[in-house]
């Protein structure tokens, strides 16, 4: 169907071609991806199963229909148009019994409703942990530069420990890990990891909306469904034999059981002074069987080669992934669709490559890289940059496009997370350029730097973005922007809620894509190289490889 534009939106958008000198993208063209690609047919894209079979065939169809040429592993001196991602996948089988004990009297725990305990990714088939000890250690956080323990010498073998999410300063706005914004401290992964390390039996993250950047239902719907990992050598050194989150008044109820007042435990956790406080007279017993095995998933890769620099890569990337089928919903609805998260970066992901590839030849090859598994702990990207098909010191720069906004055009931009670099600078003055302004992470407590493809790339000195819609709305300011963001968050976000709608009308991504074509052109026909700052955390990676760009 056609989108009648307003005269606003009709002029941001002329406006925005014209000064960019880019191509014109079709809004038609991006609805019809979209909407085909979230639709049950292809059964919310979950990676092993059918979606992924009809969602890989369906974005390399559209890839050649656009011009593109395959980008993916090599078979035979040619290119594939897929990179094999080998996973292990973990399903629980059955209920789990899980369960609280106080002073020998039992607290049996539902999975999703008190808890959301995650298949164990350890590799083991049986989880049976029983009466183990319980201590609370604040936000689970060793920080040695930052004069930080929030262990204090506390032998953690054999417990389940109970943490915070975020970081110790979420709640002040102020401190030793950057206010609002999270540093990777924050993130549920590290706290997992750092469990792992210090031999804990388990780790329960306690769920608090705002802190966490998403409700309840978010957490049970992506933590209670088949788990995914890559494929480690022991996968004991990053994983405790058990992972969840446990709703806030449930750890209150069983603090106060034991004797000791959450709220202030809290505060006590955002000092220094902190020291991990034991559960008297509670354990946690937890018994399941873990179906596991290791399947292939498929990143998808397009390209177009370079000319007179084609071993020079400029990569564009999204996931194709979404949580499949799962837990239903109110209205009995069990697929998630993801047409937001994240079809729109997967359609916009192809017509950026059917730009490039109409377009003339790039000095510099151009690389669109769809990954799988980003739902499940940014995997597709993480085996990608574990194993590049093209060297990551000669990839000038990665442009990551995640869950874009489907409606109309804004009069700015923004980016997931801060992390200053060349690249950034570059994309801010294109957009200035383009008469749009640069919008700081607006939710920096979010920790959205960590949760996109281009970490997995950042983290290996690749100077790297993920790409956001903005919030000041031409139709509607910026309150129409912040309402939308909070009804999609709440409503449907990780949730079956999330479904392609009639009236959106994609002008928006249209506007954005003709900033992030500009971008890339002008890095793909020129000889910068975007580089970190010196007190970045990921120059010395990026330093590490100087010699292959000489």
Not at 352 to 369: C, D, T
């Amino acid at each position: 169907m056609k989108h009648p534009l307003s005269a606003a939106i009709f002029l941001a958008i002329a406006t925005c071609a014209h000064a960019s000198d880019a191509p014109q993208f079709d809004p038609h063209r991006l609805s019809e991806e979209v909407k085909t690609l979230s639709s049950d047919a292809f059964e919310g894209r979950g990676p092993a199963t059918e979606g992924e079979k009809r969602t890989v065939a369906y974005v390399i169809e559209q890839m050649k229909a656009a011009g593109l040429q395959p980008g993916g592993e090599l078979k035979g001196g040619k290119r594939a148009w897929t990179q094999p991602v080998p996973l292990l996948r973990a399903d629980i089988a059955g209920t789990p019994q899980l369960a609280f004990d106080v002073a020998g009297k039992a607290q049996p725990l539902k999975q999703g409703d008190d808890v959301a305990i995650r298949a164990a990714l350890d590799g083991e088939k049986t989880v049976s942990i029983d009466k183990a000890p319980v201590v609370f250690v604040g936000y689970g956080v060793s920080a040695p530069e930052r004069n930080w323990d929030d262990f204090k010498g506390l032998d953690l073998k054999g417990k389940v420990a109970i943490v915070l999410v975020n970081d110790p300063d979420f709640e002040t706005g102020s401190g030793d890990f950057g206010g609002k914004a999270m540093t990777y401290y924050g993130r549920w992964t590290y706290k997992y990891e750092e469990a792992a390390r210090r031999g804990a039996a388990g780790l329960l993250i306690v769920h608090e909306t705002a802190p966490a950047s998403y409700g309840w239902n978010t957490v049970k719907n992506s933590n209670t469904n088949t788990m995914f990992d890559i494929v480690r050598k022991d996968p004991s050194e990053k994983h405790p034999k058990l992972e969840g989150w446990i709703q806030r008044d449930v750890a209150v109820d069983l603090f106060k059981r034991a004797g000791l007042d959450f709220d202030a435990l809290k505060k006590q956790a955002q000092t220094r002074d902190f020291k991990p406080a034991v559960l008297k007279d509670v354990t946690f017993s937890a018994h399941y069987d873990v179906n596991s095995g290791v399947i292939t998933s498929q990143n998808v890769v397009g390209r177009v080669e370079g000319t007179s620099h084609k071993d020079e890569t400029v990569l564009y990337s999204a996931h194709w992934d979404h949580l499949g089928v799962g837990a239903p919903d109110a209205k009995g609805d069990r697929i998630y669709n993801g047409a937001v998260d994240n079809a729109t970066g997967t359609a916009a992901l192809i017509e950026i490559g059917r730009a490039f590839a109409h377009a003339p030849k790039p000095q510099r090859s151009v690389v669109f890289l769809n990954v799988t598994a980003e739902e499940k702990g940014l995997l597709g990207s993480e085996y990608y940059a574990a194993n590049p098909l093209y060297p990551l010191g000669k990839t000038v720069a990665v442009l990551n496009m995640d869950a874009l906004d489907p409606t109309g055009p804004a009069r700015n931009f923004t980016t997931s997370g801060e992390a200053s670099s060349g690249l950034l600078d570059k994309l801010i003055a294109d957009g200035k350029d383009m008469g749009r302004a640069f919008l700081k992470d607006p939710h920096p407590e979010a920790g959205y730097f960590f949760r996109s493809d281009h970490f997995s790339f950042a983290k290996r000195g690749v100077p790297a973005v993920s790409f956001g819609s903005g919030n000041d709305m031409v139709d509607g300011g910026v309150e129409a922007g912040e309402a939308a963001r909070a009804d999609y968050t709440k409503n449907r976000y990780h949730q079956p809620g999330d479904e392609w709608q009639a009236s959106w009308s994609f002008t928006g991504i249209a506007q954005n894509l003709a900033l992030l074509y500009r971008l890339g052109n002008e890095l793909a026909n020129s000889r910068e190289w975007p580089q970190w700052p010196k007190d970045s955390e990921f120059r010395a990676a990026r330093d590490a490889t100087q010699a292959e760009r000489k």
